[in-house]
């Protein structure tokens, strides 16, 4: 214990905080190889909805967006007009 001056009780150092080791089980950064990007822009292309996308390539929405931004593809009719942040 090391007594700080104006406290009555003792305090306690801080214990080291304990790195966090990622679960097994969390998501990993996709890949994209060329056939990945070709399956993209024929999905992005036929107006499948964004949800089926990504549960295709098991990610999310906004990670289909990116990568769709990305390689130039032009903006989905509904996401035209909002506000970027």
Same mark, same amino acid.
Do not use: C, Y
């Given at each position: ?29 996709? @890949? ?9 822009? =024929? *999905?992005?292309?036929?107006? !499948? ?17 990116? @990568? ?9 009719? =509904? *996401?035209?007009?909002?506000? !970027?942040?």
């Amino acid at each position: 214990m090391i007594p700080i001056r104006g406290l009555r009780a003792p305090v306690a150092p801080p214990r080291p905080v304990a790195r966090v080791q990622p679960s097994p089980d969390a998501r990993t950064r996709l @890949k994209w190889t060329a056939a990945d990007k070709r399956l993209l822009r =024929h *999905l992005w292309d036929t107006d !499948v909805k964004l949800e089926e996308i990504a549960e295709i390539f098991g990610t999310t929405k906004n990670s289909i967006i990116g @990568k769709a931004d990305r390689m130039g593809l032009p903006r989905r009719q =509904h *996401l035209v007009g909002r506000s !970027v942040r």
